[in-house]
T-cell receptor, first 112, second 109 residues
Framework: NAGVTQTPKFRVLKTGQSMTLLCAQD?????MYWYRQDPGMGLRLIHY???????AKGEVPDGYNVSRLKKQNFLLGLESAAPSQTSVYFC???????????FGPGTRLTVL | GQQVMQIPQYQHVQEGEDFTTYCNSS?????IQWYKQRPGGHPVFLIQ?????EVKKQKRLTFQFGEAKKNSSLHITATQTTDVGTYFC?????????FGPGTSLSVIP
C-alpha cells in the first residue's frame, strides 16, 4: 500500500498562474483533507471532504477550490496564485472524523 | 471559536534531559490526538486519548489527558536526537479536526 501520495512534490508559480495539486489514497478512507503549513502557524485546514462527491470549507478556504470526483482522489486547485499562497501543502485521509489521519509527503509551493 | 493552544513554541534540551509540551483548550474535548513531524517530513500519528485522566505510555513517551478533558501533555524521558521534530496536538471541532501550532523540539547532543 502506498498510503497517501501527493503530486507534485515541488512547484514554482508566477502570480496569477493556476495549478492543481493531486492527492490519492489507497486505504478506502471516506475523509480527506487539505492543509497548508506555514512557519509558526501549525497546520491550517483549507478544505475537506467527508465522502465522494462532497466538499466543505475549512479554516482558510479563500483562493482555493477542491473536488472529490472519486473516493480515492482529492484535488486542490489554485485559480490565480498569489505570493501569500507560498506554503507547504499536506493532504491527509482518515477512516472517520476524529480518527487517526494519514498524511501525504507534502507539496512545497512557491509563488513569485 | 474553539482553539487549541500549545506551549512552549520552542524547546531546546540537552540530550538526556526530559521534555514536556502542553496542549490547552478553552472547551471540553471529546478526544485529543498527538502527532510528530520530523524536519522536512510530514505529520505522523502518535496516539489518541479519549478518557478523562487517561495516561498512555509509548516507551519513553508519556501522554496524559486532563481530568476536565481541556488539556493534555506529552512528556519525553531522557530525550534522544531521534526525538527532534515538532509535536502537534489535535482535537475534533464539530466536523473537523483542529491542530495546535506545535512545539518544536531541538536536542543538543
Amino acid at each position: 500500500n502506498a498510503g497517501v501520495t501527493q503530486t507534485p512534490k515541488f512547484r514554482v508559480l508566477k502570480t496569477g498562474q493556476s495549478m492543481t495539486l493531486l492527492c490519492a489514497q489507497d486505504m478506502n478512507h471516506e475523509y480527506m483533507y487539505w492543509y497548508r503549513q506555514d512557519p509558526g502557524m501549525g497546520l491550517r485546514l483549507i478544505h475537506y471532504s467527508v465522502g465522494e462527491g462532497t466538499t466543505a470549507k475549512g479554516e482558510v478556504p479563500d483562493g482555493y477550490n477542491v473536488s472529490r470526483l472519486k473516493k480515492q482522489n482529492f484535488l486542490l486547485g489554485l485559480e490565480s496564485a498569489a505570493p501569500s499562497q507560498t506554503s507547504v501543502y499536506f493532504c491527509a485521509s482518515s477512516y472517520s472524523m476524529g480518527s487517526e489521519q494519514f498524511f501525504g509527503p507534502g507539496t512545497r509551493l512557491t509563488v513569485l | 471559536g474553539q482553539q487549541v493552544m500549545q506551549i512552549p513554541q520552542y524547546q531546546h534540551v540537552q540530550e538526556g534531559e526530559d521534555f514536556t509540551t502542553y496542549c490547552n483548550s478553552s472547551t471540553t474535548l471529546s478526544n485529543i490526538q498527538w502527532y510528530k513531524q520530523r524536519p522536512g517530513g510530514h505529520p505522523v500519528f502518535l496516539i489518541q486519548l479519549v478518557k478523562s485522566g487517561e495516561v498512555k505510555k509509548q516507551k519513553r513517551l508519556t501522554f496524559q489527558f486532563g481530568e476536565a478533558k481541556k488539556n493534555s501533555s506529552l512528556h519525553i524521558t531522557a530525550t534522544q536526537t531521534t526525538d527532534v521534530g515538532t509535536y502537534f496536538c489535535a482535537a475534533p471541532r464539530y466536523d473537523k479536526v483542529i491542530f495546535g501550532p506545535g512545539t518544536s523540539l531541538s536536542v543538543i547532543p
